[in-house]
């Protein structure tokens, strides 16, 4: 997971995720606004995300799917 100075989820657009991914950008667009809704990601400003706390620990194995 890709992370800012201060150690925290780095902010992300989908153009930058879609390059690191090779998945369409309209389709990581799509997919961050669904992640949105399930609080996995936020949004931090018009077209630029990042994940959340909730996001985080689903990542770090502290939250388990079968949680969500």
């Known amino acids: 997971m890709a992370r800012d100075t201060r150690g925290n989820p780095s902010v992300q657009s989908p153009r930058t995720i879609s390059k690191n991914t090779g998945h369409d950008r309209k389709y ?7 992640l949105v809704d399930h609080d996995l990601v936020e949004k931090v400003d018009t077209g630029f995300y990042r994940l959340s706390n909730r996001g985080c620990a ?11």
Not at 28 to 34: A, E, P, T
Not at 58 to 68: A, F, N, T
């Open 28 to 34: 990581v667009g799509q997919r961050c606004r669904h």
């Open 58 to 68: 689903l990542m770090d194995g502290s939250l388990r799917p079968e949680d969500l």
